[in-house]
């Protein structure tokens, strides 16, 4: 069974600062990643997916972007953040032959 | 309307209850439907998936009405430990889950 890591667990940052978040994945080759966000007492919004490497779909327009440098790794990143770029972040993945997508811990942004 | 509506209760209930939660989805040609479980401050974990003949697992059992489009989850002999909010989630074929805000249970002694 597929096992997806994330880092860090918390995060405060303050407004206008990088972020980079990483993801990795062991279990399973050629997983479709995701990347969602969840706001406070919100669902899960999605905010990118990515088939393979190299290849990034984006769902949402914003200041965050995303890369799949190897297959079982997913990067989120932000040259600048925005107090609205808080949340819960979670990254999640499926082996392509089901449906059923596996999250990792998140990471909790806070931004200041 | 959003793609998948779930009443965000809470639900309380005592222990031993009997609780039934329902989703409706608004796309008809959602292929595939969940249960996720996600306790506070979480990620959220797979509790079941939804087939159209209905499916049950231990004491939680999962229904699709694909005519009325909707979902439900009946949990029986609740345990404290079901206390979560439980998300109903639903595949549209764009290759991501669609997921609804959840309904949090409330398990009480």
């Known amino acids: 069974s597929q096992t997806i890591h994330q880092w860090p667990a918390t995060l405060v940052q303050p407004v206008g600062s990088p972020l980079s978040l990483e993801c990795t994945v062991e279990?399973?080759?050629?997983?479709?990643l995701y990347w969602y966000r969840q706001a406070a007492g919100r669902g899960l919004q999605l905010l990118f997916y990515?088939?393979?490497?190299?290849?990034i779909s984006s769902e949402v327009p914003q200041n965050l972007s995303a890369s799949r440098p190897q297959d079982r790794q997913f990067i989120l990143s932000s040259k600048k953040l925005l107090l609205s770029d808080s949340g819960f972040y979670l990254c999640?993945?499926?082996?392509?032959?089901?449906?059923?997508?596996?999250f990792g811990p998140g990471t909790r942004l806070t931004v200041t | 309307r959003k793609e998948v509506e779930q009443d965000p209760g809470p639900f309380n209930v005592p222990e031993g209850a009997t609780v039934a939660f329902n989703c409706t989805y608004s796309?008809?040609?959602?292929?595939?439907f969940f249960w996720y479980r996600q306790d506070c401050r979480k990620e959220p974990k797979l509790l079941m998936s939804?087939?159209?003949s209905g499916n049950e697992d231990g004491r939680f059992t999962a229904q699709l009405n694909r005519a009325s489009q909707y979902i439900s989850l009946l949990i029986r002999d609740s345990k404290l430990s079901d206390s979560a909010t439980y998300l109903c989630?639903?595949?549209?074929?764009?290759?991501?889950?669609?997921f609804g805000s959840g309904t949090r249970l409330q398990v009480q002694p």
């Open positions: 999640a993945g499926n082996s392509g032959l089901s449906y059923e997508q596996y």
């Open positions: 279990g399973t080759s050629n997983p479709n």
């Open positions: 990515s088939v393979g490497i190299g290849q």
């Open positions: 796309n008809s040609a959602s292929q595939s």
């Open positions: 939804v087939y159209s």
């Open positions: 989630v639903v595949y549209t074929g764009r290759r991501a889950l669609t």
